[in-house]
């Protein structure tokens, strides 16, 4: 492929486009990272793979990757890949999108879950997703309302955690909620006027599981026994807007609403900090009830 | 004043070039979060502040603290404000430079401090030194190579946290590991490839604080007198580049290279995640080091 103005490059460019993305049910990977990640973790969703000549010698996990799930790879020109797309470096897939259920997400029993609702920048709910895989967790929901997940700069900022677990998209916030409650995990709301201290509960977590685990050998049972929050037990996290939180009414669905100790001066910390800290004390407390 | 076009807006504009800045040794704040913080906490760094009628009406509270250590106001047009900055929100403050040596900061004997080295993004150097805030840590340093500080979008990601800690810059690597030494701080470099992971060391904090405080009745000194690192100890915190992280060299340089885990699928987190996760399990550990 030599010709950057061609039918099937200006196509793929389109994908930049929210009605383009809906309409054909497509949308990007932009560059190595997250094309490689694609093709390891998803190749069920890649339509189309491109890259450089260059890319293809410079990556071969990739080739490779394609290869062993007969994927075919097209090589094209610089400039088609330039043409495609700013971000490329060499490397684009175009992939179709999978429908995640929030109902599917909570039937699979997951010990810890990030809710993003209303959250508007790509950037943001991008990295949330990211956070959120580091932290293994099982699975993201975003609510109706928030930035559609397959806009180029959500997918970028994921770095390919888009493509390591399941994330659900366009859902209800109270029914998301209700069904996570029936399936046994406890609501919790990250939010600064939170009754919850994410560091007091973190120390708490570790003086039940200590208890527990020297009393009955089984630390989540002393987990599950207790009466409020507990960062051991498995958990929905919900995380509201960058700029607005979470509404009252939003806050008062969860079981719990938790907030970040500010030690210095600062007002907050942005979302996706909030979320980071969140997401790994509960990570660790739930590591540390199963060991 | 009403004219967009003054010799006047055309000064404060043009702050947003690195080389008027530093001929000027001044910078510009934009918007009402961080200018409140700039007046609040560094009005002596202050030397004009411009406001629409309806900024000052609707933020009293910038008005007031400007009043009470007696900086002036002046009211400007929308256009004007405008015309200063695209992110004004109709508030705009002009500061003077403030030099912060290494040395000064390390002098202060402080318990907690963050380091960026050669750290690029503008959000990225911001946002750790929000979450350096937000933690509680005594100041900030960046090498020679980063970011300027007073780059407009530094500034706007601190949300006035530039404000509320020294940082220091033009540092120099070596030399400032040399003096956090002298002055008792151990010096943990974050990176993928460190021997220690951060949960194993918050870990290891508790045991041996909770040990130190039933012995000695001082937990402290548990934490002092232990081998290797220890999350409790005074602390200078070292992050690398966002997309090139320390070299070896500079990671030898620390007494302990810290890894953050990571339980899922994803191969890192970013700069400013793991710099939050990091400053706040020292501030966590420290804390509990000194009940």
Redesign the interface.
Known sequence: MTNPKSDRVRAVRALAQASVRARRGQFLVEGP?GVR?AVR?APEQVRDLYLTVDAAQRYPEITDAAESVSLHTHLAAPEVLAAMSDDAQGVVAVLRHRAVGTDEVIAARPQLVALLHHVRDPGNAG?VI????????DACVLTHGSVDVHNPKVVRST???LF??PTATGADLAETIALAREAGLQVLAADGSGDHDL?QL?DAA?VTVAGGAAQAGDATGAADSTEGPHLARPTLWIFGNEAHGLAGHERDLADAVVR?P?????????L??AA??CL?AS??AQ?HAHR
């Open positions: 990272q990640e973790f990295t990211r956070a959120a895989d580091a932290a293994g967790a770095v390919g955690s390591h677990l560091d973190a570790e970040i500010i030690h210095g001066h600062a007002e907050s910390l942005n996706a900090m980071t800290l790994y990570a660790r590591r």
